[in-house]
Nanobody, 116 residues
Framework: QVQLVESGGGLVQAGGSLRLSCAAS????????MGWYRQAPGKQRELVAR??????NYGDFVKGRFTISRNSAKSAVYLEMNSLTPEDTAVYYC???????????WGQGTQVTVSS
């Protein structure tokens, strides 16, 4: 089992920046991937950024504005978001995947609101 706690969401003006953090606890050694997804009202949840085995993937909309990173203990993942626009407004969810049986875990979500 893995527990995830997110922090760092909030209200920011367009063009501003936010840094999201996600701390993992529990079976950390079984984590093979960590990342962030988001879900805006009326839309499907979508990938923001994900890191696994040294490979990083970003959603197409990121366009170089966001950076995902992990701490050395691989127990936390961060998302640095710059040049935010109102279209980035959503609930951002931390996600991890564990082995041996691939299993996904989700955080409770943190609201990001970008005002124009």
């Amino acid at each position: 089992q893995v527990q995830l706690v997110e922090s760092g969401g909030g209200l920011v003006q367009a063009g501003g920046s936010l840094r999201l953090s996600c701390a993992a606890s529990g079976s950390i050694s079984s984590i093979v991937a960590m990342g962030w997804y988001r879900q805006a009202p009326g839309k499907q949840r979508e990938l923001v950024a994900r890191t696994s085995g040294g490979v990083i993937n970003y959603g197409d909309f990121v366009k170089g504005r966001f950076t995902i990173s992990r701490n050395s203990a691989k127990s936390a993942v961060y998302l640095e978001m710059n040049s935010l626009t109102p279209e980035d407004t959503a609930v951002y969810y931390c996600n991890t995947a564990t082995l041996p049986a691939w299993k996904n875990y989700w955080g409770q979500g943190t609201q990001v609101t970008v005002s124009s």
